[in-house]
């Protein structure tokens, strides 16, 4: 009887050690205040929020929604150079991150960012806290992550949990201890993966158009991996392509001419990265 007494203890410890965390799990208040770094051991890789899968990895659905209450720390999954921090059209807010390994993680929605581009940070260092920023219907961290970070935007990710299992992180996870003790290197010269520098990439052939809209009068074409200068981002008409609907168009320039593009023609986020508003269409 003592035997049995003492193997459903041991059962009863495991099974609260592996209990998955619930939108009402977080950090105590102290923690999240002051926790700089928090991750998981194994392979390198950090434990990105302590939060539960809320939507997983599918056609349509290019990563993985952790959901947890708004302020839940977020931590870099490896150790890399910010690219991107700032506002983002859909995100609301997103960091970009590219990696020694030579991948990328993209994180959206925050409340909050913490790093800016061009800083170095450590695998499990805090860079951001859960929100609901942007195209959201509840607090959650949307992470996407990519094998290249020549390679990213819309359609280009893989699944983040085939990402973290390699790095030895399995969602959901809880934050568990600092990896990384080393410093960080000093910044690197970085711009934003020549992808938010006031250039944009198509990723299918589009049309260019005076205004932002399909009715108004096309100034020019641009070509599947064209590229072209890009000053800001509007609203205008609805755009479906290969089962993607966008709103946003972006301002570019084509043959010597200012026109509009449909950023679902374009690679990044939903203004093709550039994160500049018009002042007008």
Not at 139 to 165: C, D, F, I, K, W
């Amino acid at each position: 009887m003592a035997r049995l007494l003492l193997v459903a203890s041991v059962l009863a410890f495991v099974g609260l050690g592996c209990a998955a965390p619930t939108a009402e799990d977080g950090f105590a208040e102290e923690e999240e205040g002051t926790d700089e770094s928090a991750v998981v051991s194994g392979g390198g890789g950090a434990c990105p929020v302590d939060a539960r899968v809320s939507q997983g990895f599918h056609g349509g659905h290019d990563g993985v929604d952790l959901a947890n209450k708004i302020g839940t720390p977020i931590f870099a999954v490896m150790a890399g150079t910010v690219t991107v921090s700032g506002p983002a059209q859909g995100y609301g807010q997103w960091i970009r991150i590219k990696h020694d390994d030579g991948s990328m993680t993209e994180y959206g929605h925050m409340s909050r960012r913490f790093v800016q581009a061009g800083a170095r940070v450590k695998a499990g260092q805090k860079i951001a806290a859960v929100g609901s920023e942007g195209r959201s219907t509840g607090p959650h961290l949307h992470l996407r992550t990519y094998r290249s970070a020549s390679r990213v935007g819309s359609g280009n990710g893989m699944n983040p949990v085939e990402y973290l299992r390699a790095r030895g992180v399995s969602l959901p996870c809880k934050a568990k201890g600092v990896v990384d003790t080393t410093p960080a290197p000093a910044p690197e010269e970085v711009g934003n993966d020549g992808e938010s520098d006031g250039t944009v990439t198509a990723w299918k052939a589009a049309t260019v158009h005076a205004r932002a809209s399909t009715s108004a009068a096309v100034v020019g074409r641009v070509s599947a991996n064209g590229k072209l200068d890009a000053s800001c981002w509007t609203e205008g008409d609805t755009v479906s392509s290969s089962g993607f609907s966008h709103d946003k168009w972006v301002k570019v320039t084509v043959g010597g001419k200012e026109g509009f593009v449909s950023g679902v023609f374009l690679k990044g986020d939903e203004s093709g990265d550039i994160t500049t508003p018009c002042s007008g269409r």
